[in-house]
DNA sequence: GATGAATGAGCTTTCATTCAT
DNA sequence: CATGAATGAAAGCTCATTCAT
């Protein structure tokens, strides 16, 4: 047993075992800095707190991460992650029914359950937390590859599928993220919400697809 | 008589120029508190700086503000009357016109001009700064006003206008909102935009002129 | 009448009537930063605060006082003008009634109501102002002032009538501040208190008649 | 096992090393702060100042103190405790010779030991510092332990015990306060002082042995 | 003389980051 | 590698004092 077990192991289970470590306290460093987050909001995260949740010292948050805003990086790249996830089994799903109310319906369901997760996460992230330009636009690649995604489902469907695509993403993205951001202010469940909206996008769809984009109506008149 | 009140004219006009001196030093220290805002968001907002910017002394400052966040009150003051202003507006050409066009060009129009004027503050103020309670429940007050006027005026043309009105008002907000922060990542010209979602709010409404609030459907139907 | 007025009028009644304004301004200066002192302490007196209480500018006050220690002198010189009040009335006593019960009833009674005229601002002044060496030495100038007189009037019936003098007077100032500075943590009221401090001084000047001054003892013996 | 032992070892001295470390920091830092205290009075006493003469930045001062308050707290503590300590040897003194004499003799010697360690501290400390209700609280805890102590002393000797120790000690307080408060202005030696008040309290409790707390006395009759 | 707007040195406190142990 | 004591730049704010009007 014992030699099999060796056999399994990879050759250097020291350095495993040092990896490991390292990754549970890295872990451990970004699930207390995103807790904070979310508890306390932007002003209240400091590094000597994140250390002193995460159970580590100061000294070893700054062993892995550069600096505050690099773990800042690290809790978006988690919460990006999650998007990524949700987009790809979303484009396999529209691959199965490529109609238009399948595409509105995935679209208003991913975002509202993208939000769903931590929302008082998400609203500090995305409402709170002065991000890097370099963070903004990691934020800005997975709109563009959602809107990307719809745009290639709606193409036969509606004419200019890009400007549509983005009128429908940019839309289902605010409203559903208002709606979980502030709970109170809603006149309906958020259901009934996301309903109004799933109908409102494609009433929308429907409606213009052989258009060409609308020219633009001066707003009085 | 002239003449002994022409002697005490004088008075006035003293008390008046040191009046006008104390508004004037108001006015700049909001001013520059605005600029910094805008160009350097959130985070490059401190007192010592708005007051070199406003080209007076820190004390100055907090003669006129008891402390930082009031500086922020009072550009945020400024920002919504503008926001009550053009509501107002509307408001009274909506009494001219009723028709479901009218209402949905106005709501568009108004909140991409509404957003036109710095937007960068705009977008420092709706998505940066840590607002107060109150702060917060003034932006939120401005939103439901519009929202009301708006469910009023389609009340002849939709059932439950209060949720339709909440909808269309929170989509125009976020989208015109979206447009003027981040120019890039538009796949039409800012006019086009602003006609596909007059469109889309338009087709949404035709939609649902007699329905009850739709029931939710499951994402994945 | 008007003539009778103006014959007993000085010869530059504009002067004296500036005089008796500009008088006004510094009594209302002086009284409105005494009663800062007695109500909020030495932490709440500022320049700015006792203008607005006096009812003048700022620059008024600056034009009377040259500074912020100015004014609390001008209180002190009030404070120490009623100590030697009292100090001359209790001397005109003591040549009527030169026994040692006079001495000591006047000692107390003197001390008890110099005390309990304004008793919070008789605290301020005397165990929370950080006064000048000048100020200092002003009340340390009426206190050998006190101790003179006393040691006057003991010296017919006791040795060393500067020592015992010293001692009862500090022994009476001490009791009467203590007592009127926090009236909570007497055991009894005021006036028992006070008629035991009596019965001690006496105690002490009875026993000390012929006698020279005691040698030390030593505390453990 | 010995040599194992051995080589785990090191570990506890670099801990207590470092909280070694810290302490002397938290020490400096109080020491320093002491020092400003007596040479400067309350007025010279900042964080910054605290810092620099405590050899120490300004940020390990808010390490181990979360606020200046604290600090002086600090060093009230030290005080009290010196106190104390005084107070409990003086009980154990008294169990051995209760009679009035050493009574009065540890009471006056007892205060005149505490007084002559910086003597300066001492001053700023009861007659200038804006002690914090709290810390009021705590003095007058210590006053109260002292007459309560006294008065069980006395019980056997006179009537009123309570009012009669809380004469005495104030008395014994307020008289060895002042003289090594102010060192001129002293007609004899301290130690000539010192008999002379222990003459005199111990002359007031031979007087009242078997009386009734004196009644008032009106101060001239 | 009177006014009060303006000044700025100086205070308390925070927190990202470093480095001796 | 881990620790946590130490750092110090920088922020918010106060208040005695000045000076143009």
């Known amino acids: 047993m014992p030699a099999s077990t060796a056999s399994k192991a990879p050759r250097r289970p020291v350095r495993r075992a040092r990896q490991a470590r390292a990754q549970a306290t890295v872990d451990a460093i970004v699930e207390a800095a995103a807790q904070i987050l979310a508890e306390g909001g932007w002003g209240a995260l400091n590094t000597n707190l994140i250390a002193r949740r995460a159970g580590v010292s100061i000294g070893s948050v700054y062993e892995y991460f550069p600096n505050k805003g690099a773990i800042v990086d690290a809790i978006l790249d988690a919460h990006l992650s999650r998007g990524e ?49 370099d963070q903004r636009a990691r934020v800005e690649g997975l709109r563009a590859s959602i809107i990307q995604i ?21 839309t289902a993205e ?18 009934v919400m996301a309903a109004e909206l799933h109908r409102m996008l494609e009433a929308y769809l429907l409606d213009v697809r052989g258009a060409n984009p609308a020219r633009p109506i001066p707003p009085s008149s």
Chains 1, 2, 3, 4 share one sequence.
């Open 85 to 133: 996830a949700l987009l790809a089994q979303g484009a396999l799903r529209l691959q199965e029914r490529p109609d238009l109310p399948a595409i509105v319906g995935l679209l208003v369901g991913g975002f509202v359950s993208l939000h769903q997760d931590d929302p008082r996460l998400h609203r500090v992230l995305s409402s709170e937390a002065p991000l890097s330009p």
């Open 150 to 170: 719809v745009a290639a489902a709606l193409a036969p469907h509606v004419e200019a599928p890009h400007i549509r695509a983005t009128l429908v993403v940019d």
């Open 174 to 191: 605010a409203l559903s993220h208002r709606w979980l951001v502030d709970e109170a202010g809603l006149p309906a469940s958020e259901a």
